[in-house]
């Protein structure tokens, strides 16, 4: 089974309108942490943000915002005011266990086009 | 925040020939290092777990003795393409976990686009 789903291969939105792209996962371990990252033309992995299953608040940096809902394992970003610069692809990725000492599984991934 | 850089950015190698990428964290101690390939238009997948001073871990269907992998010191593993052949091009990707273990401290290399000819 897959470990993380990304169901929107392609999304577009219109500049400075905010786009919500898809996450869910599948885990039986308690302690996990979610990932989201940015990979531009240039395929530099950009972490955007991160969420741990234990925090209690959604995660936010800047115009990131991560929709966590546990009971539906789902863990969907949110990109408010969109920009140009924010085309890429974009991956969801998650670590399971309670360390820092574990590789990361991704998703494949939603390709983001901001239209002007 | 911690950088981790890779070396060399891009390569082109003909088929038979082995290449050595190298994965270097920068500013910190890694004593465990990843190592990803992602083929054009598809996510990354985990090659190998790179432990310092121990043998690497593989994934399921990697060929150890192809893909080469030695982390002989605290900020440096290297991954080498034995007997690259064309199917091998790809974009790797290294990847380090901060020492502190924070579940969130896990810094990506700029990433080494093979073609193999």
């Known amino acids: 089974a897959q470990k993380i789903t990304q169901t929107q291969p392609g999304m577009f939105v219109q500049e400075k309108e905010a786009v919500t792209l898809d996450c869910t996962y599948d885990?039986?371990?308690?302690?996990?942490?979610l990932f989201w990252y940015k990979q531009p033309s240039s395929g530099e992995m950009i972490f955007l943000i991160y969420q741990g299953s234990y925090d209690q608040q959604n995660a936010t940096e800047g115009r990131y915002s991560l929709n966590f809902q546990k009971a539906r394992k789902s863990a969907n970003l949110v990109i408010s005011a969109s920009q140009l610069g924010d085309s890429a692809m974009y991956f969801c990725a998650m670590r399971e266990g309670g360390t820092g000492r574990r590789a990361l599984t991704f998703g494949s991934g939603t390709r983001l086009q901001v239209q002007p | 925040g911690a950088v981790v850089s890779q070396h060399p950015s891009w390569v082109i190698c003909k088929s038979g020939t082995s290449v050595k990428i190298e994965c270097r964290s920068l500013?910190?101690?890694?004593?465990?290092m990843f190592w990803y390939r992602q083929f054009p238009k598809q996510s990354l997948m985990l090659m190998a777990t790179?432990?310092?001073?121990?043998?690497?871990?593989?994934e399921q269907g990697v060929e150890k003795d192809k893909f080469l992998i030695n982390h002989a010191s605290l900020t440096l593993s290297t991954l080498t393409v034995t007997s690259a052949h064309p199917e091998d091009s790809s974009f790797y990707i290294c990847s380090a976990n901060h020492p502190s273990g924070s579940s969130y401290e896990q810094y990506f290399g700029p990433g080494t686009r093979l073609t193999v000819t």
């Open positions: 885990t039986s371990d308690p302690s996990y942490g």
């Open positions: 500013d910190f101690q890694a004593t465990t």
């Open positions: 790179s432990n310092e001073g121990s043998k690497a871990t593989y």
